[in-house]
């Protein structure tokens, strides 16, 4: 079968897609034909980027979805579900970063961080995964990070989460698998988002570097090219993966990185 990018006539729900790697990934499913949920804590944002791609002529809505919340998670998704029929497509997005040494990290930090990108990963699937096993058809897509597979320093919380994502994934493809359910997780390196701009500073006071030794020394010192992963890098890889015909690529870890990891 010839592999089509095009997902006419499909539900994607994307989570924390009011900003960042998700808002590109909604924009880019939306132009394959999806109609997609902006699912985010930020209800305001995720309204204005589901406008933008209505206006672009797209099919677009925003949701209020706190992903640490079981019934927030609960009542999005139902909602989506009613608009645009059961979510053949879950990109599990949202996310957060605090860094600290370990000694020095907050157990309410570490508690909320694993929330966000562990409990929402598993709320979002048991969320949506009884519409696709119904229909037998279904592709749940984690965004882990080049720290699914690496570590570094400030950052226990995060490699925590994003280590645990693969285990998630990995059970999902077997239990799916049979019932038509694929999952993967995409390992992006460093991308400028909001989320790594807020953190150029933070780690040049607590390394006691400059802001430009952080970008050049700490976040591209081992890509191929000193270049950022960029936004539409990742969309492009969570299209190829949605549209995937087969399950020949499930439980897969697909790093996009600049060559930082070769996992
Ligand atoms: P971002 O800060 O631009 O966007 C994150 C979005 O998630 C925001 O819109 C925010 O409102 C939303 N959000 C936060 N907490 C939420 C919650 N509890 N419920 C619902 N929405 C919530 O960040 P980004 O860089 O686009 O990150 C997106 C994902 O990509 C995260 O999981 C992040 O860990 C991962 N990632 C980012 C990079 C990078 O370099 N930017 C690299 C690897 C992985």
């Known amino acids: 079968m010839t592999m089509q990018l095009s997902l006419k006539d499909k539900t994607a729900l994307i989570t924390g897609a009011a900003s960042g790697i998700g808002k590109e990934i909604a924009e880019t499913y939306a132009r394959a034909g999806a109609k997609v949920a902006i699912a985010d804590l930020n209800l305001e944002a995720a309204k204005a980027t589901a406008e933008a791609i209505n206006q672009a002529g797209g099919k677009a809505m925003g949701v209020a979805m706190n992903v640490a919340d079981e019934a927030q998670v609960n009542a999005g998704c139902a909602e989506v579900a009613k ?151 990742i969309a492009n890889l969570a299209l190829f993966l949605a549209a995937f015909p087969s399950a020949a690529l499930t439980g897969q870890s697909i790093v996009a990185s600049h060559g930082w990891c070769m996992n």
């Open 83 to 233: 608009a645009f029929g059961p979510v053949d497509i879950l990109v599990s997005n949202a996310g957060i970063q605090i860094v600290n040494p370990i000694e020095s990290f907050a157990f309410a930090d570490w508690k909320k961080l694993l929330a966000i990108h562990l409990d929402g990963a598993f709320l979002t699937t048991k969320a949506v995964l009884p519409g696709m096993y119904a229909k037998k058809n279904g592709v749940v897509i984690y965004m882990g990070s080049v720290h699914s597979h690496e570590a570094s320093k400030l950052k226990s919380a995060y490699v925590t989460a994003k280590h645990g994502l693969l285990g998630l994934a990995r059970v999902l493809a077997k239990e799916g698998g049979p019932k038509g359910v694929r999952s993967h997780v995409i390992c992006p390196g460093f991308v400028r988002t909001p989320l790594v701009e807020k953190q150029i500073p933070e780690q040049a006071k607590e390394l006691g570097i400059s802001e430009d030794e952080v970008i050049k020394n700490v976040m591209l010192k081992d890509t191929v090219d000193g270049e950022f992963t960029t936004t539409a890098d």
